[in-house]
């Protein structure tokens, strides 16, 4: 019985940190969905937001499952927290198989995309915007040639960097001798994939960890439970 006390109270609090994972998980993403989204030309390309945003949730959902199925010595309910979790963690590894794998096809990918939106002059004047504000944000021109990808239009303030020279470097921008960035956004916009990858495909990890213990804790428990009510007592 003290056996069976011990891995109540540790399932117990391994899905309040769970759930309190999973309440910052969505909180962080919604802050970076709402500061940060709103660009036509980046939103399609950090779906990882949206993503971690509904694993938040699912996270809180199953935290709070697997709490009332600890404390009160739910079968059913634990039953039903381990085969979530078993199902989350196959494609938690799937996905990030499959993640690590395609990193090398991005680019590739990215400069697709991007090259079906030129000519610029023919975007709408949201768009022409929404790639004004990246240019300053990220210190460069263009979408995949650099500033002629804006020809015939002029040339925007945003692509030159005579004016930005005192701000904090970003590394790799090349201000060229026309005072232009030479740097187009496609390479910026890889190079930010690629690191939000690193760190997407590291928070799955250290989820995947606790998904390992949550489902050996609660098997143990469901197991310890039925032992104690007998073959023939329902959950």
Known sequence: MAVNKCVKYLLFFFNLLFWLSGCLILAVSIYLRVSKGGNEITDQYFPAVNLMIAI???????????CCGALKE??????LFFIFLLIIFILLVAAGIAG????????DWVNK???AMLPLANQPQSVKSDLENLQKDLKCCGLVNGKTDWSPDP?????RCNYTISATPVPGAECGSDRY?????????VNLMKENMVIVLGIAFGIAVLLIFGLAFSMALYCQIGKKDGPTTNA
Request: overall charge positive; hydrophobic content about 40%.
């Open 56 to 66: 938040g949730a699912i996270i809180m959902v199953l935290g709070f499952l697997g």
């Open 74 to 79: 739910s079968r059913c309910m634990l039953l």
């Open 100 to 107: 690590a794998v395609s990193q090398n096809k991005m680019e």
């Open 113 to 115: 995309q991007l090259k």
């Open 155 to 159: 040339f925007p303030e945003s692509c």
């Open 181 to 189: 960035y030479s740097t187009p956004c496609s390479t910026r916009i």
